[in-house]
Structures are given as structure tokens and as C-alpha cells.
């Protein structure tokens, strides 16, 4: 009688995974996200949110799970409950009818989007007509043209927006940035203004935030070298979106954006020697872990983690939820 050996499985096929470095969460993000957990520590729930507080889908089902409820406007939120205005930024309006309620809201709006609203009022102030470079509807757009009157600011999403634009009258001029644009199409964007008005002066500091700035050069790295770049975010985070287009016009031969591990189709795999996986600056770093552990489980993967700039920056928690 002859005793067959007990079939092995077959050998999973290698694999070499670059970890984007920097990825997942910013200092805006991670202080927004606190603010949320902070209240309902502090006050209980509810908590009403106005607008997701960052645009990542798991971060707002945690959140709600603790108990946080997420609305579109004051007119949904309770006089008697805390609400919190989302990181990126509301009109000047909203805080003011919260005032005039008597309620008591925390602003979450990343500083460094403050920071584009301060510019804003700023040149208005001077006299100047502001040109906002940003994506329609975007409530980080539609916060920063809120800070001033109707026809204050002018917004330019493409070139093509750029070419067409008239100055009001012989109105001086100013620009600004949504912070999660891409930087190289905003550079042409900018370019073609300047060769139109070229007495336009810079910011004080480059709008587009650092976080979003460093995270396409760590993705423009992995575009060099990766046959397929999975970036970790929602489809409604205009950062991460982003990334895939960096990835791809990289050199990438593909980039996908997914939610999470269950979102890959591993067919998107077939050929790949060497997969990038990055996250946009809402995406938790558990994603990122739990995308690392699937692949594992199918290949036999060497993850290595890029070079890249090491971020240290905080910002400070609103002081009533600190005392």
C-alpha cells in the first residue's frame, strides 16, 4: 500500500510593499477627531457635528458610535447641546447663528485653513479682490469664500478658469489656495495667472498644507517604482484623491483609491512585483495595518518602509476642553 505525502499549499507568490512615509492622519485631522472625542467625554452624548468632522468614512462611524451625531446644518442641532464645526472650516454665518442661539460650539477647523481665512480678510481689507484656486462645493471652499461678502472672492478650479477670468474693474488683486489641492496642478493654475497679472503676490506661506505637500512627494517617490499604488481614503477626501492622480502621473501603472482592505479587488494584483500603499490625512493608521495583514495572508510580501520627511507638528486643543 503506498501512503501519498500530504499536499502542500502552494507557495504564495512574492511581493514587495513600500509604505509611503509620511501617510494617514495630519495634525489638523487628529485635532479635529479629538475635539469630537473630548466633548463627549466632557458633555455627554449627543454631540452634534456639523459635517463630517474629517471626510473618512471609518472616523465617522467610530465617532458615531460613541455618540456623535452628524448633521448638515445649525437648523438640525438642538439649542441645548454642544456642537462642533467640522476641520475644514464653516462660513462666518454659521458661528454666528450659533452665538445667536446661545449654543455652545467648538470650531475644529484645522489652523492652518484658519490661517487662509486670516489672508482672506487680510487682502480684503487692503482693498483687493481675492482669486480662491480650489474645487467647487468643497466645504473648505465654501468656508473661505464665506469669511467675506458676496462677490469678495472670485473661485478658479483649472486653467482653462484661470485663462478666462476678468479682474473687476482695475480691482488689485491676491490669491489663495484650498490646503489639499494638488501642488503641481496648482502650479499651473498660479503660472498662468501670474503671466496674465503678474504684479499677483504670494501668500505670506504657501496655502497648500504641508501634510498634503508631503504626502504627494512620498507618493511621487512610489509611483517611480511601484507597478500599483493603493491609497487608503474615502472617495469624498479631496486629499486622497489626489494621491491617486500624483501616483499615476508618476510613472504608476495603476493607482486605486479604496476604503479599506475589504474594498481590493486582487485581481488588481495580477503581474505587481512591487505595490505602494500610502493613506490620505483623514485615513487612521489601522487601514493601513489591516491592508498590510491581507496582503500577507495572500503573498509572501516584503514590506519596507520608505524614506521620507518625519512630521512633528501638533496643534493645541481648544482651551475649554483642556481646563
Same mark, same amino acid.
Given at each position: 500500500?503506498? $501512503?501519498?505525502? /500530504?499536499?502542500?499549499?502552494?507557495?504564495?507568490?512574492?511581493?514587495?510593499?513600500?509604505?509611503?512615509?509620511?501617510?494617514?492622519?495630519?495634525?489638523?485631522?487628529?485635532?479635529?477627531?479629538?475635539?469630537?472625542?473630548?466633548?463627549? @467625554?466632557?458633555?455627554?452624548?449627543?454631540?452634534? $457635528?456639523?459635517?463630517?468632522?474629517? =471626510?473618512?468614512?471609518?472616523?465617522?462611524?467610530?465617532?458615531?458610535?460613541?455618540?456623535?451625531?452628524?448633521?448638515?446644518?445649525?437648523?438640525?442641532?438642538? *439649542? *441645548?447641546?454642544? #456642537?462642533?464645526?467640522?476641520?475644514?472650516?464653516?462660513?462666518?454665518?454659521?458661528?454666528?447663528?450659533?452665538?445667536?442661539?446661545?449654543?455652545?460650539?467648538? *470650531?475644529?477647523?484645522?489652523?492652518?485653513?484658519?490661517?487662509? =481665512? #486670516?489672508?482672506?480678510?487680510? =487682502?480684503?481689507?487692503?482693498?483687493? =479682490?481675492?482669486?480662491?484656486?480650489?474645487?467647487?462645493?468643497?466645504? @473648505? $471652499?465654501?468656508?473661505?469664500?464665506?469669511?467675506?461678502?458676496?462677490?469678495a472672492i472670485s473661485l478658479i478650479e483649472? #486653467?482653462?478658469?484661470?485663462?478666462?477670468?476678468?479682474?473687476?474693474? *482695475?480691482?488689485?488683486?491676491?490669491?489663495?489656495?484650498?490646503?489639499?489641492?494638488?501642488?503641481?496642478?496648482?502650479?499651473?493654475?498660479?503660472?498662468?495667472?501670474?503671466?496674465?497679472?503678474?504684479?499677483?503676490?504670494?501668500?505670506?506661506?504657501?496655502?497648500?498644507?504641508?501634510?498634503?505637500?508631503?504626502?504627494?512627494?512620498?507618493?511621487?517617490?512610489?509611483?517611480?517604482?511601484?507597478?500599483?499604488?493603493?491609497?487608503?481614503?474615502?472617495?469624498?477626501?479631496?486629499?486622497?484623491?489626489?494621491?491617486?492622480?500624483?501616483?499615476?502621473?508618476?510613472?504608476?501603472?495603476?493607482?486605486?483609491?479604496?476604503?479599506?482592505?475589504?474594498?481590493?479587488?486582487?485581481?488588481?494584483?495580477?503581474?505587481?512585483?512591487?505595490?505602494?500603499?500610502?493613506?490620505?490625512?483623514?485615513? /487612521?493608521?489601522?487601514?493601513?495595518?489591516?491592508?498590510? @495583514?491581507?496582503?500577507r495572508a495572500r503573498f509572501d510580501a516584503?514590506?519596507? @518602509?520608505?524614506?521620507?520627511?518625519?512630521?512633528?507638528?501638533?496643534?493645541?486643543?481648544?482651551?475649554?476642553?483642556?481646563?
Amino acid at each position: 500500500m503506498t $501512503v501519498q505525502a /500530504p499536499s502542500r499549499p502552494p507557495a504564495k507568490p512574492a511581493l514587495t510593499v513600500r509604505l509611503a512615509t509620511p501617510r494617514g492622519f495630519c495634525a489638523g485631522v487628529d485635532r479635529a477627531i479629538q475635539i469630537v472625542e473630548r466633548a463627549i @467625554e466632557k458633555y455627554g452624548a449627543p454631540v452634534y $457635528v456639523r459635517h463630517e468632522i474629517v =471626510h473618512n468614512r471609518h472616523v465617522v462611524e467610530r465617532l458615531k458610535a460613541m455618540g456623535a451625531v452628524f448633521v448638515k446644518e445649525l437648523d438640525d442641532c438642538p *439649542d *441645548d447641546r454642544p #456642537v462642533v464645526f467640522s476641520a475644514h472650516g464653516v462660513p462666518k454665518s454659521v458661528p454666528a447663528t450659533a452665538r445667536a442661539r446661545e449654543m455652545l460650539f467648538l *470650531d475644529a477647523t484645522c489652523p492652518l485653513v484658519s490661517k487662509v =481665512h #486670516v489672508e482672506a480678510e487680510r =487682502h480684503h481689507a487692503a482693498g483687493r =479682490h481675492i482669486i480662491l484656486i480650489g474645487h467647487a462645493g468643497h466645504p @473648505e $471652499v465654501v468656508g473661505t469664500m464665506g469669511q467675506l461678502s458676496a462677490g469678495a472672492i472670485s473661485l478658479i478650479e483649472t #486653467v482653462a478658469d484661470a485663462e478666462a477670468f476678468q479682474r473687476p474693474g *482695475d480691482t488689485p488683486l491676491a490669491y489663495a489656495t484650498q490646503t489639499t489641492l494638488s501642488v503641481d496642478d496648482t502650479a499651473e493654475v498660479l503660472a498662468t495667472l501670474k503671466r496674465r497679472f503678474p504684479e499677483l503676490p504670494d501668500p505670506h506661506k504657501e496655502d497648500i498644507c504641508y501634510a498634503t505637500t508631503n504626502r504627494q512627494e512620498a507618493v511621487k517617490r512610489l509611483g517611480q517604482g511601484c507597478d500599483l499604488v493603493l491609497v487608503v481614503g474615502s472617495k469624498n477626501s479631496s486629499n486622497s484623491v489626489r494621491l491617486v492622480e500624483v501616483a499615476m502621473r508618476a510613472g504608476a501603472r495603476d493607482a486605486r483609491l479604496v476604503d479599506d482592505a475589504g474594498q481590493v479587488d486582487w485581481s488588481w494584483l495580477d503581474g505587481v512585483s512591487t505595490l505602494g500603499i500610502t493613506a490620505g490625512a483623514s485615513a /487612521p493608521e489601522r487601514l493601513i495595518e489591516e491592508l498590510v @495583514e491581507a496582503v500577507r495572508a495572500r503573498f509572501d510580501a516584503e514590506v519596507v @518602509e520608505d524614506a521620507g520627511e518625519r512630521e512633528t507638528v501638533t496643534f493645541k486643543l481648544p482651551r475649554i476642553l483642556t481646563a
